[in-house]
């Protein structure tokens, strides 16, 4: 139908105006329908199966003896691994990569039974556990190479509702069973017949004969077989959730929120930033020439003691930076060129000052060891100082545009993590601490033995064998703090740990 030449209900060219017989009327915009996310859904892939239900169980039985020591060790080790090998077979890992990640939280896993600090084993325990729910979320679609920061979240709070349910996913095959349990009817009822006379013929023959009686002496402990059952309970619900995440519908690729904040809100934020920074590294350049000095009298520090402050408000002001660096540029809407541009120029500069803030940490960190000698805080205060510089060349690298059409910051950054963590186990960083305060009272004739004997295991080897390195009034003190521990090892299978037994080992033959 037409009226005037124009056919009603037809749109102008540029969409916004509809003719509706008499006049033109504004468009409504056409009803948009988005999808649910999918990450929100726990719709699975393939259904348990019994091989399922015994992975699930048979990670609860050694499960069950990690936690019954109640220490790291040999058990632990193999809890992570058995776990592993239950999502490669009993979850169906199928993609090369989730695989490979499974046997990342295996080798992880198996430093728990070789050192004994806690500063590695709680970290190799978290990056063992991070693993296994990676290799399961990405059993059989996605890459950690290609995960952006939503997607993640996506997949965290996908796994923990598939957790959730894991108890109801392993119990499929057994309600199966249970509606077979009518064939099993008349035995059952002869049993229930039976137990009553067995019970009298057996108490009457345990009373003619202490030989007969003798057999029906059980001594059960139903505390500990409760507590059995709790354990192997809470193990077999992780490994279940674990499977039921691998089992399930494999997500597509998660984006960020719709909302974009404007380019001059993003970049006045990293204006303010690099104008903050500008103004420490003047301050720093001035205090190194020698031009705050009446600032600091003023204030009544010594130099040495403003060279020796300060340094985790530093690394604390590094890390809130990559948070506020990865955020903007991921929610700030940058659609002309020359707001691009200008967003990258100033993260740079952003990201330049801010190394320069981790490297004044990380000298002052210095200042103060060389003052005060080392500890495991402060080694990994400098560690952290170095990853986190790390964090931020890469970041500097995909503000840049590289490799625009992969999201490989996480990644890259979580492979770091991994290669850190992996180094610290390799190093020993306890031994290194003794080492270091080693070095240091060789030059300042001073050592705190309390505070080494305060270290794990892992240092005594080492604290023992450093004895002819210092003065003889030291080496008193070692001996004194470091023989006071076990000479021979003799723990539970379960609970064997490499590095407790040669502690055990070096107190035997050097006190």
């Known amino acids: ?25 504004p468009a409504s915009p056409p009803s948009v329908t988005r999808p649910d996310p999918g ?125 959730a349910a894991g108890a109801a996913f392993v119990f499929k095959p057994l309600r199966r069973v249970r509606m077979r349990l009518g064939a ?26 202490p030989v007969f009686a003798s057999f029906f002496n059980l001594n059960f402990d139903f505390g500990q077989l409760l507590t059995d059952v709790a354990f192997v309970a809470a ?13 399930a519908e494999s997500l597509t690729r ?13 970049l006045v934020v990293l204006s303010v930033l690099d104008a903050i920074f500008a103004a420490f590294a003047v301050a720093q350049a001035m205090a190194a020439t020698g031009a705050a000095g009446d600032t600091l009298r003023a204030a009544g520090v010594t130099y040495a003691d403003y060279a020796r402050s300060g340094f985790f408000q530093l690394l604390w002001v590094a890390g809130i930076t990559a948070v506020v660096l990865i955020l903007f540029s991921r929610i700030t809407g940058l659609t002309e060129r020359s707001t ?59 503000t840049a545009g590289m490799f625009p059409r992969r999201r490989w910051l996480v990644g890259a950054t979580s492979l770091s993590a991994m290669a850190l963590l992996l180094g610290l186990n390799l190093l020993n960083p306890e031994a290194t601490v003794v080492n270091l305060n080693l070095d240091h009272a060789r030059v300042t004739h001073k050592m705190d033995p309390q505070y080494l004997a305060e270290l794990s295991s892992d240092a005594t080897p080492t604290l023992l064998a450093s004895r002819s390195l210092v003065d003889q009034s030291i080496a008193r003190e070692i001996s004194q703090v470091a023989c006071a521990g076990p000479h021979t090892y003799s723990a539970s299978p379960a609970a064997y740990n490499w590095s407790d037994a040669a502690a055990a080992n070096s107190r035997r033959e050097g006190c």
């Open 254 to 266: 998660v984006d960020g929120p719709m909302w974009r904040l404007g380019s001059t809100e993003g």
């Open 39 to 163: 990450w929100l859904k726990v719709d699975l892939r393939a259904a348990a199966t019994w091989l399922t239900v015994a992975c699930a169980l048979l990670v609860g039985l050694v499960a069950d003896q990690w936690l019954r020591v109640g220490t790291f060790g040999l058990a632990a080790s193999l809890t992570l691994a058995i776990t592993a090998l239950s999502l490669v077979f009993g979850g169906r890992l199928m993609t090369l990569e989730s695989r490979a990640l499974a046997a990342g939280a295996v080798l992880f896993g198996a430093w728990l039974m070789v050192r004994a600090s806690p500063w590695l084993l709680w970290p190799d325990l978290v990056m063992s556990f991070a693993l296994l729910g990676l290799a399961a979320s990405l059993s059989v679609r996605g890459s950690l190479m290609d995960l952006g920061i939503a997607e993640l979240m996506a997949r965290s709070i996908h796994g923990v509702m598939h957790g």
């Open 340 to 398: 691009r541009r200008a967003f990258r120029v100033l993260a740079q500069v952003a990201i330049g000052l801010t190394l320069l803030i981790v490297f004044v940490a990380f000298r002052r960190l210095s200042l103060y060891e060389d003052a005060y000698g080392f500890t495991m805080l402060r080694l990994y205060s400098h560690i952290f100082a170095v990853w986190i510089a790390i964090v931020f060349l890469l970041l500097a690298a995909e």
């Open 235 to 247: 193990g077999s619900l992780v490994a279940a959730g674990l499977l039921r995440l691998a089992a």
């Open 184 to 209: 099993v009817a008349p035995l059952a009822r002869g049993v229930l017949i039976a137990a009553p006379i067995a019970i009298l013929v057996a108490g009457l023959l345990a009373a003619a004969d």
């Open 1 to 25: 139908m037409t009226e005037g030449g124009s056919i009603v209900g037809q749109l102008s060219p540029d969409g916004r105006w509809r003719w509706d017989g008499a006049t033109w009327q």
